[in-house]
């Protein structure tokens, strides 16, 4: 356990539905972040917080959400989403932003 | 663009063998360096950190720096089918988020 937790940790969604994904840092840290991975490529940095102030914003699109209510609690809102929006959705937090991060386990999200 | 590189493999090795992984990086201001351990289906998971230059040891991992040729390789000694996974290069840099390589792949035949 890395202190990082996420819910749901699988989740199944069609295309007009809206759900949330929620991240939870037990480490008293300052920064958290989104990721995508889709199969079998590599980490895509979606958001990131400091101080819950979002930082970063890489070109994601709005049917992404995120809301940062505290520096210990991390949401990814998600509405109307594409098949191609399926993948392991990976949160992590960081002392500061340019420190070691901790992943949590990640939510796999299939989208029909 | 700042860049952290990686092949992506796979690197095949056998049982016991030494595994060599690289990493090139582009930002010369880069202080902190990290190796992550990602699993098939499973997130990153931290396994060496390194900030200064030289050689660093835990157990069968060995992260090795070169700021002036600005590369970090990790060495696995005796490595062991358990090993196989995908193994991420992140490279700081000062006031934002790390960057994180692609990552290499490691398979280890027993």
């Known amino acids: 356990e890395t202190g990082v937790t996420q819910t749901p940790r699988h989740l199944v969604m069609g295309m007009t539905n809206k759900k949330s994904l929620k991240c939870e840092q037990h480490l008293g840290h300052n920064a958290m972040y989104w990721y995508k991975q889709s199969a079998k490529k590599p980490l895509e940095l979606m958001f990131v917080?400091?101080?819950?102030?979002?930082?970063e914003n890489n070109s994601v699109p709005s049917r992404f959400s995120p809301e940062c209510p505290n520096s210990s609690h991390l949401f990814l809102h998600l509405h109307t989403l594409q098949p191609e929006d399926s993948a392991l959705y990976l949160c992590?937090?960081?002392?500061?932003?340019?420190?070691?991060?901790?992943f949590g386990p990640g939510t796999r999200l299939t989208v029909t | 663009q700042k860049e952290v590189e990686q092949n992506s493999g796979p690197l095949s090795v056998p049982e016991g063998a030494i595994a060599s992984l690289n990493c090139t990086y582009s930002?010369?201001?880069?202080?902190?360096f990290f190796w992550y351990r990602q699993y098939s289906g499973k997130s990153p998971e931290l396994i060496m950190s390194?900030?200064?230059?030289g050689d660093k040891e835990d157990g069968r991992f060995t992260a090795q720096l070169n700021k002036a040729s600005q590369y970090v390789s990790l060495l696995i000694r005796d490595s062991q089918p358990s090993d196989s996974a995908t193994y991420l290069c992140a490279v700081n840099q000062a006031g934002t988020a790390l960057i994180f390589g692609k990552g290499t792949t490691l398979s280890v035949s027993s």
């Open positions: 992590a937090s960081s002392q500061e932003l340019d420190r070691e991060q901790y």
């Open positions: 917080y400091n101080f819950k102030e979002q930082t």
């Open positions: 930002d010369r201001g880069s202080q902190s």
């Open positions: 390194i900030y200064s230059n």
